[in-house]
């Protein structure tokens, strides 16, 4: 049996709510110290811990956990963040509440920290510089919504709005929308108007971001990745030391097929779609590009098309998700190599 002096001297596990936190205490022989409710904001979490000895504080990832585990890696803790999605499984526990879970993150934390599938939190820095890209996605998506709401609003009056790009759409849209709806859709089209103003000032927010990361015009070599897809992926990934293998990044984008072998039964599953969802909708919108129509001949449209070939149920869906998977692991590799990006390197190679 192991002796009690592996286990941390104490083990505080926090429950976080949105205004008040749970928090259970256990020392190193797993004997509850106490239990107890705090406010959720930085000043209650300083005095609570500020000036204890160096503890091992479990919490789970959520909207508050960014702020608090850096906050609590300053006043000098051990701080582990779990994941609730491995933790937990598919379903809650059936008896639960903040205080048991409290004490089960303590526990679990206790015990080993592997049992808890630990995230990474990004810093402030790249945390703040991230939300810009989610802001403009946000306004990208809402524009988007209008635009197909004024599409069908004009389909079902027996009209049609031929295609055009989104900051267009506005002025091509009056012309062809019928006189006794366009009183209740203008309101829309100015609005698309503005969220395109919008938009257009996030490009060149995220354009300035691009010069405090150098290696984005690195990765921006390969086809199909551009400034705001580069940007993202270095923000998403931050240390690319963090991984082993640049093979691992597919997994932490969720692009690798879930897994679930049992003896013989080996069954074909769905990506996992794990990790920031943003990040994957980028990867696989620049595999779209690699085989689109206007993709250029290269070593990753080849790779694509030849999954594309085998047939199947949902192939061409299946090659666009390797491609993007494939986008992934070599702009990892080329920002740990620093090496140039070769286009057609292995049909040169197989050419030779």
Partial sequence: MESQTCFPKITIGLDLGDRKSCVCELDAGGCVLSRGTIPTTEAAIR???????????????????PWISRQLEALGHEVVVANPALVYGGRRRKKRNDQ????????????????????????????RHLETIRARDQLVGARTK?????????????????RCSAECFPRKATERIP????????????????LSRAI????????????????????RQITGVGSLTALAFVLLVE????????????????????LDESSDSSPQLRITKAGDA?????????AQYVLGPFGPECDLRRYGEAIAARGGKNAKKRAVVAVARKIAVL?????VTKAEYEPKRTSSKRAA
């Fill in 100 to 127: 048991l879970d409290a004490e089960f993150l303590a526990r679990q934390g206790r015990a080993d920290v592997k049992l808890l599938h630990p995230v990474q939190h990004r810093t402030a820095e790249s945390q």
């Fill in 146 to 162: 209008l635009i197909s709401h004024v599409r069908g609003a004009v389909k079902s009056q027996g009209g049609r709005i031929g």
């Fill in 331 to 335: 702009m990892h590799r080329l920002w």
């Fill in 200 to 219: 257009h000032k996030m490009d060149k927010q995220v354009e300035k971001l691009v010069v405090l990361y150098p290696v984005v015009s690195r990765l």
């Fill in 278 to 286: 943003l990040g994957r909708r980028l990867l696989v919108s620049a």
């Fill in 239 to 258: 240390d690319p030391k963090r991984f082993t293998r640049s093979r691992d990044v597919g997994a932490y984008f969720g692009l690798v097929p879930r």
């Fill in 179 to 194: 006189q006794d709806i366009l009183p209740a859709l203008e309101p829309l089209l100015s609005t698309i108007t503005e």
């Fill in 47 to 65: 005095a609570y811990f500020e000036g204890r000895d160096r503890s091992r504080v479990v919490l789970e990832a959520g909207t508050h956990s």
